[in-house]
């Protein structure tokens, strides 16, 4: 169903592609919008126990293209260094497909938000997440991206010097 990597020589091994989605911190979402036509939001994520998780409003053109299509995919650019003398960029790639779904249990939103704050507020402390959770609970979505297929690149540049 999912196509293989035509440059495989330049495929990151899986490992290297979930330290890019551990440590990145905004990604690129896709979704079927409108009209057919691709929907595509940078967002903040968190990846956990195999999953990606975003927040969202509880309405808009997001939620609107998930309950319309619940396939998804999300990039994130672990590396991105411009060599202008060479007319090319050294970059690290991670791109995940899946299916997307509206967190409903309280429980399970709450977990991902509380991680999802953690991971974005690290220093703050657990007085100050759980109120500023509690001050936009409301208002709060939580999404889920279950990973089917998970693939990742590098600029051959790269290859070659992990090659050597």
Request: hydrophobic content about 40%; proline content about 3%.
């Amino acid at each position: 169903m999912f196509r293989q990597m035509r440059r495989k020589r330049q495929e990151l091994p899986r490992e290297e592609c979930l330290e890019i989605l551990r440590e990145g911190t905004s990604g690129v979402l896709a979704l079927l919008g409108d009209g057919g036509y691709p929907y595509a939001v940078p967002l903040s994520y968190l990846y956990a126990d195999g999953k990606i998780y975003f927040h969202s409003a509880r309405a808009g053109h997001k939620l609107d293209a998930l309950r319309g299509c619940d396939k998804a995919s999300f990039c994130v650019i672990g590396q991105d260094l411009v060599v202008p003398e060479e007319y090319t960029t050294h970059f690290r790639s991670v791109i995940a497909f899946g299916r997307m779904r509206e967190l409903t249990d309280a429980g399970e939103i709450r977990r991902a938000i509380e991680a999802l704050a953690l991971k974005y507020a690290p220093e703050d402390s657990a007085e100050r997440r759980a109120a500023a959770i509690e001050r936009d609970w409301d208002a709060l979505c939580m999404l889920e991206l279950d990973i089917e297929h998970l693939s990742g690149k590098e600029c051959i540049e790269l290859t070659k010097r992990r090659e050597k």
